[in-house]
């Protein structure tokens, strides 16, 4: 099964020449490092910086020079920084082309629970509940199951909502999954992964067609 850096590198491949991109907190945040060198993307931070690059290298790096995640990163040549309201106001006004978001579950019918599990504390439920309301294109970047091996995509999530049927594709590190009215559609697994082992780690609706093909990363 694929390792946070295999799951980046598939998402990476969804990123398209002229994209504005917005990158969740967690895994998401990894894919600025593998988008391919020959495309032209803007990824947007939502604490306020368009033209956000890479993270740094060791002993390059600017502590005042973060993402949301508070994760130091660089800037591209001809970034922009504003304040929180201005890059909520591009959030809003559906100025991000795709939004890769972390979650804790998925539902099958593309319900995401990413910002609380009660009697935790939280510190605030973040911006992605305008990203999921405002994104036409929502791509979730997880683990396919738990600690205890208890799957993360379900029939229906039991932890509070942060987005209502706004997921479009599913990447873990077992599969690549599209969110249909049907259920989860299985596109891709991981290399060396077996049907059966998705099938069994996944707990909502699994749809299988034909051969279902290795990803390539």
Known sequence: MLDK?????????????????NLGIGIPTL???FVREDIDVEFQSENGI???????????????????????ITALEG????????SFSMIR???????ILGAMEVSE???????????????????????VASAENIIVAMMHT?????????????LPLTGVGCVK????????????????????RAPGIAVETIQQATEGHLIIEGQIPEMEL
């Open 146 to 158: 738990n600690k205890k091996g208890e799957s993360k995509l379900l029939k229906r999530c039991s």
């Open 169 to 188: 594709k599913i990447v873990t590190n077992l599969a690549v999954l599209e969110v249909t009215k049907d259920g989860f559609k299985l596109l891709e």
């Open 79 to 86: 970034a922009s920084y504003f304040d929180s309201a201005t």
């Open 109 to 131: 019918n593309g319900d995401i629970a990413n910002w609380k599990i009660p009697g935790y504390m939280v510190k605030g439920m973040g911006g992605a509940m305008d990203l």
């Open 50 to 72: 368009l033209g956000m690059g890479p993270f740094p290298f060791d002993g390059e790096e600017d502590a005042d020079l973060i993402n949301a995640g508070k994760q130091t």
């Open 31 to 33: 894919v600025a490092n």
């Open 5 to 21: 850096t295999g799951i980046t590198k598939r998402i990476a491949k969804e990123v398209k020449n002229g994209y504005y991109v």
């Open 93 to 99: 006004g559906k100025h991000v082309d795709l939004t």
